[in-house]
């Protein structure tokens, strides 16, 4: 209701208190329910009304949207697939305002990479039925996200490349889909593409059908919906077409929100029972505090109904918070929009509790039992964040200390539970669990960017013994290089412990070769930046956690030495020209450095300690051509990525808001020859 509509009724109901005495009850009656009311608006007057129109609202049952007219359905798919385009076209066809590609992808580093890294929903009306949509993540790494959200929804949109078929990374998400019983609606997508066929279209068919048998599919999820698309050019069909009809692209979106309203089951929830809700989502809003997201199991939820949290501590449900609802919210397109009231199946957020986060059940306060959170994968790697104690820490940062980064760990290991975070024995140290390097680079990336400096240790593989032995994860790694390339790759592979299972023609493209490995994750740390050098640029790899195997042994030698600075100052021109030679310099002329900073890694295996601030001596005596002109080699810009997977066990990662550099984790030359005499007896 609109503020000037709350003024007419306001004003029309003092006309009708003036003329008679019947009227003039019902104003005084009106003013006494409202008086109590605390919350402002515009206006006192239209602040009051605001808080009746609240009240009485609700109780409508029209209000509230029937469970049989809701559909959640989550879009999952490998990377780059095309799901959050996919999106955006969907979001276009129901009306929204869609104000660039890409839409959903409001985190900048998620614009930057081209990548999805946080699941978001949103909700759109079709044919008279409500779609809450959420787009997942498909990188492995943030299958917390997909773990998460899966929980959500009764349907799932699998979105397959139809020229490169399922990858690692589908059977990923497609066997978190088929474990909640969800019954997915296969899209082919990219069929507009020259080399993709109706032959081809059949072959990723029968492959997806083998995938979801030997996952263990129902007769049921089985028998799932073909659909195929083209979400660059926005247009969908039953049948296989390279869109060049005009009915074809006139239809637009509409099959496949068709087949989305007649597959996909509406969510069971009685409206009659207590309100309960698992929370699955959780932002931070700078006015209205946690806003917590979840799909409503039961009940109705109302704008200042009592609620309270409640959480599983082994198998006690504790309460966690009482309080009160504030605010009600729900996607719609691209925009969040206040409700008064919601109902059981469909998903809103919820302002005005504090303490409850993931995995927490919030209820009225009658209800004492919590819902179950679904089962989360445990994190396959970890790395320590600590204080940056180098010699040129707090230039450029201004959050430094221990408790601060502490406090941003726990903050993120709230809203991401694929996150642990476990404090060490120093007080400014903090062991951090995830998925993979590139999820705990992304957090890097946002701390470094909100002002903290900071030293990360190189990642450390997760084991686990059972039975007495000794188990590490292994991945599945799915590569597509030239075939002058694969000798290097499977070479390179070997050496990192990994295991070729099977290797075959690219289908969809000639002179290309498809590799399939298993490789111990410790292994591929790092291992991206080689196999890009190694096909020229050309390669694509993908993968995946597949399962905690055998320890496979040491690895083989996968990295050179390290040129170590052993002087403080400012590089010099002088002495870069002569160092050269040594190796491959990560420095240029004019930066800084101290005694134990990485400057370049070694032409050898062993490392090397060299001074890069030597200038050249003065004399009294100048020619006109005497002095040399110095030409160095561009030095390798190390990125954080990169670092992660570069740095040993006796290194360290600094990282600034204006810097990564990497250094010793002793900056003293002494101890660092001591350290190496100790791990040499060893």
Not at 17 to 25: G, K, L
Not at 47 to 75: C, G, K, L, M
Not at 315 to 336: A, D, Q, W, Y
């Amino acid at each position: 209701m609109s503020r000037y509509q709350g003024r007419g009724i306001w004003s029309g109901l003092g006309r009708l208190a003036s003329n008679s005495a019947q009227h003039s009850h019902l104003w005084r009656k009106f003013s006494a329910s409202k008086s109590s009311s605390g919350r402002f608006f515009l206006g006192r007057w239209q602040r009051q009304f605001s808080v009746v129109a609240t009240e009485i609202e609700p109780s409508d049952p029209v209000s509230v949207v029937s469970p049989s007219s809701i559909r959640n359905v989550a879009v999952i798919a490998h990377v780059d697939h095309g799901k959050t385009t996919l999106m955006d076209r969907i979001l276009r066809q129901c009306g929204a305002a869609v104000p660039h590609e890409r839409a959903l992808d409001s985190i900048s580093l998620e614009r930057e990479r081209g990548i999805t890294i946080a699941s978001k929903y949103t909700s759109m009306s079709y044919g008279g039925v409500e779609l809450n949509m959420l787009d997942t993540p498909g990188h492995a790494d943030f299958g917390g996200e997909v773990e998460r959200v899966v929980g959500m929804v009764e349907g799932a949109v699998l979105v397959v490349d139809a020229g490169e078929g399922p990858l690692a990374q589908t059977k990923f998400v497609v066997a978190k889909a088929l474990a909640r019983g969800i019954r997915p609606i296969l899209l082919l997508n990219k069929v507009d593409r020259p080399s993709v066929t109706a032959e081809r279209c059949g072959e990723v068919e029968s492959m997806i059908f083998d995938l979801f048998a030997n996952l263990g599919a129902s007769d049921e999820q089985l028998e799932f919906p073909v659909l195929y698309a083209s979400a660059k050019e926005g247009w969908a069909s039953r049948e296989f077409t390279k869109g060049e009809g005009l009915e074809t692209r006139d239809m637009g979106m509409r099959p496949l929100l068709d087949a989305i309203v007649e597959h996909v089951q509406p969510p069971t929830g009685d409206l009659k029972s207590p309100f309960q809700m698992l929370v699955s989502m959780m932002e931070r809003d700078p006015y209205l505090g946690r806003l917590l997201t979840g799909r409503i199991a039961s009940g109705i939820v109302r704008v200042g109904d009592r609620v309270h949290g409640l959480r599983w501590q082994d198998t006690i449900c504790k309460p966690v918070e009482e309080g009160k609802v504030v605010k009600l919210l729900k996607k719609k397109g691209t925009s969040t929009v206040l409700v008064d009231s919601a109902g059981a199946g469909d998903i809103v957020s919820i302002a005005g509790l504090s303490q409850p986060s993931i995995g927490h059940t919030i209820s009225t306060v009658e209800v004492s039992e919590g819902l179950p959170a679904a089962p989360m994968d445990p994190p396959t790697i970890s790395m320590t964040f600590g204080v940056n104690d180098s010699p040129l820490a707090g230039r450029d940062g201004h959050l430094l200390t221990g408790p601060k980064i502490g406090e941003r760990l726990m903050q993120e290991a709230e809203s991401n539970l694929s996150i642990n975070v476990v404090p060490t024995i120093s007080q400014d140290a903090y062991e951090v669990q995830g998925r993979g390097e590139l999820q705990l680079g992304i957090l890097i990336e946002n701390m470094r960017r909100e002002g903290f400096e900071l030293s990360v240790s190189p990642p450390a593989v997760m084991y686990k013994m059972e039975n007495g032995r000794k188990l590490e994860p292994i991945e599945e790694v799915v590569t597509e290089v030239n075939d002058e390339h694969s000798g290097v790759v499977i070479e390179a592979v070997s050496h990192r412990r990994g295991e070729l299972l099977d290797m075959g023609p690219c289908a969809e493209a000639v002179g290309r070769t498809r590799l399939v490995f298993s490789c111990p994750s410790r292994g591929l740390v790092g291992y991206r930046s080689v196999f890009s050098t190694d096909t020229h640029g050309t390669g694509f790899m993908h993968r995946a956690f597949l399962a905690y195997g055998k320890y496979r042994g040491p690895l083989g030698n996968v990295r050179k030495g390290a040129l170590v600075s052993m002087a403080t100052g400012t590089i010099t021109s002088y002495a870069l020209m002569n160092l050269e030679a040594r190796g491959i310099l990560f420095v240029h002329p004019g930066q800084e450095t101290y005694d134990g900073m990485v400057i370049g890694e070694h032409s050898r295996d062993t490392d090397l300690e060299l001074n890069p601030v030597k200038a050249k001596e003065l004399t009294n005596i100048r020619a006109a051509s005497k002095d040399e002109n110095v030409r160095l080699t561009p030095p390798r810009q190390i990125s954080l990525e990169e670092a992660i997977g570069y740095v040993v066990a006796d290194e360290l990662i600094e990282v600034t808001p204006k810097a990564i550099r990497l250094r010793k984790k002793a900056l003293d030359a002494s101890k660092r020859k001591t350290m190496r005499r100790v791990l040499k007896d060893k």
